[in-house]
């Protein structure tokens, strides 16, 4: 079974960093495009950022470029998020998602991990 | 505000179509596939549809999509209590160099 489970969300004062990761399972890690989607409570969905299969590249949402960095450690079928100088309006539930393909600007989001909760404030 | 535009809001009853709205722009929905997610409350958002009209193994058939020039929409036959959901489209944008949703449409069963 395809797993994507997040952690490192918390309360975190304006200013600081903070740095999630996504351990996956189920599934060749090597073989997929990664992305981190966010939603702020009872708000929509924001594309954060995506890194092809071998992390030849990278791509970021404007609101956070510059201040988040992804990256991916295929032996250890891992995702990590580093995200320096949040902001209040970074507050979000921030999803790990495995895309249908090797890329990270071509195909869908395809399995959705559950989140964990990043709080600005 | 959100790239692509959806409406806030669809209802209908069981056993009626309902349909939902996504219109975007040249950069986006008019020049890049389409994909819509379903959000059940409480959840993570799921796959719905690729590539403009495509199920993923393990949607229903009363799940379609659609869509023609800066527009596509998500029509639900059929429709059920367990259907009453988020509904997200995203698409990739060629301004951006990023992926972009739509703000959301909720549906509500009657």
């Known amino acids: 079974e395809v797993q994507l489970v997040e952690s490192g969300g918390t309360l975190v004062p304006p200013g600081r960093s903070l740095r999630l990761s996504c351990a996956a399972s189920?599934?060749?890690?090597?073989?997929?495009?990664m992305h981190w989607v966010r939603q702020p409570p009872g708000k929509g969905l924001e594309w954060v950022s995506g890194?092809?299969?071998?992390?030849?590249?990278?791509g970021y949402a404007d609101s956070v470029k510059g201040r988040f960095t992804i990256s991916r450690d295929n032996a250890r079928s891992s995702l990590t998020l580093q995200m320096n100088s949040l902001r209040i309006d970074d507050t979000a539930l921030y999803y790990c998602?495995?895309?249908?393909?090797?890329?990270?600007?071509?195909?869908?989001?395809?399995?959705w991990g559950q989140g964990t909760m990043v709080t600005v404030s | 505000q959100s790239a692509l535009t959806q409406p806030p809001s669809a209802s209908g009853t069981p056993g009626q179509r309902v349909t939902i709205s996504c219109s975007g722009s040249?950069?986006?929905?008019?020049?890049?596939?389409v994909f819509w997610y379903q959000q059940l409350p409480g959840t993570a958002p799921k796959l719905l549809i690729y590539?403009?009209?495509q199920r993923p193994s393990g949607v229903p058939d009363r799940f379609s999509g659609s869509k023609s020039g800066t527009s596509a929409s998500l029509a639900i036959s059929g429709l059920r209590s367990e259907d009453e959901a988020d509904y997200y489209c995203?698409?990739?944008?060629?301004?951006?160099?990023?992926?972009?949703f739509g703000g959301g449409t909720k549906l509500t069963v009657l």
């Open positions: 998602v495995k895309d249908r393909g090797l890329f990270w600007g071509s195909d869908a989001f395809e399995i």
């Open positions: 189920g599934f060749t890690f090597d073989d997929y495009a």
């Open positions: 890194i092809n299969w071998n992390s030849g590249s990278t």
């Open positions: 040249s950069s986006n929905t008019g020049s890049n596939y």
């Open positions: 590539r403009n009209n």
């Open positions: 995203a698409a990739w944008d060629d301004s951006l160099s990023g992926w972009v």
